[in-house]
């Protein structure tokens, strides 16, 4: 029975072992040679992939966690017919690297400062989903005179409510390694199966490409280690700009779905209590992912956006 046991706990320190390493290496993230589109920017120490099209008013889109450029896919080819329209890959995730990243929402908002001066951005205006909405809240906050104004897409702006797996896989140095274990195991499942669910309002969209090259890109150790970094840090950061949301003085839109989790509904509401010159818009029969569900509809809000706001031709 010893013996059995020893050679369980030897399995158990090896896997553990392995796996940590294995996440801290990069073992098992995408290469930059694989990209499908866009190019690729050094700002500081990392790569951040980038696509740009169009011409005219800049407009720069910030994805959630976990996203990619392609999630905006139909909205950047509709608004680049008539302005310059720019998406990211935010730090650890797609194809853009996480050297030294510390996963909060200050240090996204950095990033988004230092790509408008190098890309030479002006007059831009943000739209951000999820954690990019927050990230787009903590720059609204941070009042960069180059940002004309925000428009936040499903976004936490009180509080969220982290899962325990989240908290086990953002533990110092073996958080990396419990990454690494679950993209080979469960993560790709897990992401098929949610982006199922949030958008099972149009089963048109959810192609086997559709949703393979997700779950493929979304499942990456990085971007698993990212994703629950980016929830356990969540509600500090919130936190401290939450307290400076009635400060802002740039034009706002929020979009959101009503089916959306209760806790984001919960704060757009308080949000525009507390800054009630806020343009909020509810969606019905809308989840989260609604630049993808109801692009058709957040294409109409951007443009009211810019109407109401005056922005079109600055």
């Keep these: ?74 909205i950047i080819d509709s608004l680049s017919k008539k302005y310059r329209v720019t998406a990211i890959d935010r730090l650890g995730n797609g194809y853009s690297s996480s050297n030294d990243y510390q996963y909060t929402l200050q240090e996204n908002a950095a990033l988004v400062h230092k790509l408008i001066d190098t890309l030479d951005l002006k007059n831009t205006v943000i739209i951000g989903h999820s954690f990019g909405g927050s990230t787009t809240a903590q720059l609204a906050v941070e009042n960069n005179p180059k940002i004309d104004s925000y428009i936040m897409v499903s976004p936490p702006l009180y509080k969220i409510h982290p899962a325990t797996i989240y908290k086990i896989a953002s533990i110092p140095i073996l958080g990396k390694g419990f990454a690494y274990l679950m993209h080979k195991t469960k993560a790709a499942d897990m992401i098929r199966e949610r982006i199922k669910n949030e958008l099972q309002n149009t089963p048109e969209l959810l192609t086997p490409e559709f949703i393979e090259y997700r779950s493929d890109l979304w ?8 994703t629950s970094k980016e929830r356990t840090n969540y509600n500090e950061g919130l936190n401290k700009i939450s307290e400076n949301y009635n400060l802002i003085t740039k034009p706002i839109s929020i979009i959101v779905g009503d089916l959306d989790s209760k806790d984001i509904l919960d704060g757009c509401n308080k949000f525009k ?40 031709k600055n």
């Design 1 to 74: 029975m010893k013996k059995v046991f020893k050679i369980i706990l030897f399995l158990i320190v090896f896997l553990s072992v392995f796996s940590t390493i294995s996440g801290h290496l990069g073992i098992g993230n995408k290469d930059i040679t694989e990209v499908r589109q866009g190019k690729f920017i050094t700002i500081e120490n990392q790569q951040v992939r980038y696509l740009q099209k169009g011409s005219g008013k800049d407009f720069l889109l910030i994805h959630g966690t976990p996203g990619c450029i392609e999630d905006w896919q139909i």
């Design 219 to 226: 499942s990456q150790p990085k971007v698993l280690y990212t």
């Design 273 to 312: 209590q507390i800054r009630p010159e806020t343009n909020l818009v509810i969606l019905k029969n809308t989840k989260h992912f609604l630049q993808i569900e109801r692009n058709k509809q957040l294409l109409r809000e951007i443009e009211k956006h810019l109407s109401s706001s005056q922005l079109e």
